[in-house]
């Protein structure tokens, strides 16, 4: 039974991606490398539209945001966290782990941050070192308006910096580090970057820049100033994860060669279908859908329903395989992921299933 992979990541690879990761190492201290390296970097910089430095670290997508914030802040500064889920929780925690005063600024699940809510809370807070936002909060399905939150912060005295968990929507979702002040962002590479999990990409700008030479809490491995000594010879200061280079190569080619224009709209339509299939089955979504993400839709699951097996059953009888809630949303909700080259045929063989799975998974 062929599997249809819908959860947020790791994502299925295209074809040429798959075949692109059977080639054999290569000296990652000679001249291949290099020039993979090279041609790696410039198609990040054109899938994060940005003209600042791009860090490529061998990390899970937490591994960059534990980089970001050991790179910039020092102990006992303050740093204000917006918190819509369970990954807002995670940039939370991380921040606290090394000593940074987090102030938490929670929003219901399933709803947007309100821009005006954040500017108020960077005032009343006072002498904020960093914002932390998630771009897309995968746990819920929602997209928080970076935007408008970036302008609310830039209208400050003193703004922040603004670090971005862009893991589960960079590539899929509109993001402008440059044009909105993103000083650093953070994505992963088995998301919309369509390769496999072993690389977190991080674009750093000047300003981050200007923190790091302040910045006193201890780093090593994640240490950016190493980072791009190493890139600027187009090398990285440890062994690579060659085989997701390879990989990324190719899916940033695809990328480029479709647009990323085309891209973001592309997932906006399969995104939309989706959302249209689940409510026609009588669901409803979790988010409020004026925030629904284009990279996850989050599903709620009537009490009278039992999500797990229902998740079993689409993996077990369809070979589809969904994600179910995260924290307090377990057992509530699925999540149908629809990141990379994702078709609205795909997308109709979830809804198909559900429609017939529904009615007998009463409990
Ligand atoms: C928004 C967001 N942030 C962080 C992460 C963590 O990434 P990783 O599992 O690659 O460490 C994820 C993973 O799904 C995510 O969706």
Not at 15 to 25: I, K, W
Not at 275 to 300: I, M, Y
Not at 337 to 361: D, F, N
Request: hydrophobic share 45%.
């Amino acid at each position: 039974m062929p599997i249809n992979l819908r959860i947020p990541g790791p994502v299925p690879l295209p074809q040429e991606v798959r075949e692109a990761l059977a080639q054999d190492m290569i000296d990652h201290r000679g001249p291949e490398f290099a020039s993979l390296f090279g041609e790696v970097t410039e198609g990040l910089k054109y899938v994060f539209q940005t003209k600042h430095d791009v860090l490529i670290l061998t990390a899970s997508g937490t591994g960059g945001l534990e980089a970001a914030i050991v790179n910039l802040l020092s102990p006992g500064e303050k740093a204000l966290v917006v918190i819509n889920g369970f990954f807002g929780e995670r940039w939370f925690e991380i921040a606290r782990a090394f000593g940074v005063e987090a102030i938490p600024l929670r929003f219901p699940w399933g709803l947007g941050a309100e821009p005006e809510d954040v500017r108020k809370a960077l005032i009343k807070a006072g002498d904020c070192k960093a914002l932390l936002i998630t771009h897309n909060e995968t746990s819920t399905g929602i997209t928080n308006d970076l935007e408008a939150i970036t302008k609310a912060a830039y209208s400050i005295e003193n703004p922040p910096l603004i670090l971005v968990d862009a893991v589960s929507s960079l590539g899929a979702i509109d993001l402008r580090p440059d044009e909105w002040g993103c000083d650093v962002v953070v994505t992963a590479s088995q998301k919309a970057l369509m390769a496999p999990p072993g690389l977190s990409i991080i674009s750093v700008s000047p300003r981050a820049w200007e923190a790091y030479e302040k910045a006193k809490l201890p780093r090593f491995y994640w240490d950016f100033r190493k980072a791009k000594e190493y890139a600027l010879r187009n090398q990285t200061p440890f062994t690579p994860a060659l085989s997701v280079l390879f990989g990324l190569r190719k899916s940033l080619k695809l990328i480029r060669e479709e647009g990323l224009a085309v891209v973001f709209d592309r997932h906006r339509a399969v995104a939309e279908f989706t959302r249209q299939g689940v409510k026609s089955l009588g669901l409803s979504l979790f988010p409020d859908e004026k925030w629904a993400s284009n990279t996850v839709t989050a599903v709620r699951i009537p009490p009278e329903f039992r999500a797990d097996e229902l998740i079993e059953r689409l993996r077990e009888g369809y070979g589809i395989v969904v994600a179910g809630g995260q924290g307090a949303l377990k057992g509530k909700i699925i999540r149908i992921a629809h990141i990379g080259r994702v078709t609205a045929e795909e997308m109709a063989q979830v809804i198909a299933a559900l429609k017939e799975l529904l009615p007998c998974s009463r409990s």
